[in-house]
T-cell receptor, first 112, second 113 residues
Framework: KQEVTQIPAALSVPEGENLVLNCSFT??????LQWFRQDPGKGLTSLLL?????REQTSGRLNASLDKSSGRSTLYIAASQPGDSATYLC???????????FGKGTKLTVNP | DTAVSQTPKYLVTQMGNDKSIKCEQN?????MYWYKQDSKKFLKIMFS???????INETVPNRFSPKSPDKAHLNLHINSLELGDSAVYFC????????????FGPGTRLTVT
């Protein structure tokens, strides 16, 4: 059974700082891992999808890495901005299934 | 143009009532999902349909019944609502099963009083 853990639960940084959000998963037989952003009272916005055969994906200031052997993924945000403040969710597929298992998220606050 | 839409956005109802939440996607995707986000913000899958066929059915009370009239729609009907059903329900879609990105709707906040 897949379990996804995100640490820390909350993070507060000053504007302009580079930061890393961590995600770990227990079942390495994943099809893919996806990072989402959730703003208060809103739905989820997909940020990056990493297939199991890939090591990383980049979109703008975001870079996500995947290390299946250690069961870890990181989301790197460069030059953070107040608009990046949101909850970031990591989700990994459960082995043999496309079912996404979510972590509890990291609430990021970027202070001006 | 809204990719995945849900109605209603808010739903307040009393215990014991029956209610439905509707979901529509205009992305041409084959697979649709229902997720529940509880009061602790923990998101869990409930159901998944691929080409109108049920492919994932998590351990959900049978008071919850999904219905997919066509590939673009996946509705969720809930019978005999209970206080514990209060949550935000999200619909999502993806091009197919397995290695595809999932796109989420804005959510329906259900409050049972």
């Amino acid at each position: 059974k897949q379990e996804v853990t995100q640490i820390p639960a909350a993070l507060s940084v000053p504007e302009g700082e580079n930061l890393v959000l961590n995600c770990s998963f227990t079942d390495s037989a994943i099809y893919n891992l996806q990072w989402f952003r959730q703003d208060p009272g809103k739905g989820l916005t997909s940020l990056l999808l990493i297939q199991s055969s890939q090591r990383e994906q980049t979109s703008g200031r975001l870079n996500a890495s995947l290390d299946k052997s250690s069961g870890r993924s990181t989301l790197y945000i460069a030059a953070s901005q107040p608009g990046d403040s949101a909850t970031y969710l990591c989700a990994a597929t459960q082995g043999g299934s496309e079912k996404l298992v979510f972590g509890k998220g990291t609430k990021l606050t970027v202070n001006p | 143009d809204t990719a995945v839409s849900q109605t209603p956005k808010y739903l307040v109802t009393q215990m014991g009532n029956d209610k439905s939440i509707k979901c529509e996607q205009n992305l041409g995707h084959d697979t649709m999902y229902w997720y529940k986000q509880d009061s602790k913000k923990f998101l869990k899958i409930m159901f998944s349909y691929n080409n109108k066929e049920l492919i994932i059915n998590e351990t959900v009370p049978n008071r919850f019944s999904p219905k997919s009239p066509d590939k673009a729609h996946l509705n969720l009907h809930i019978n005999s609502l209970e206080l514990g059903d209060s949550a935000v329900y999200f619909c999502a879609s993806s091009p197919g099963t397995f290695s595809y990105e999932q796109y989420f709707g804005p959510g329906t906040r259900l409050t049972v009083t």
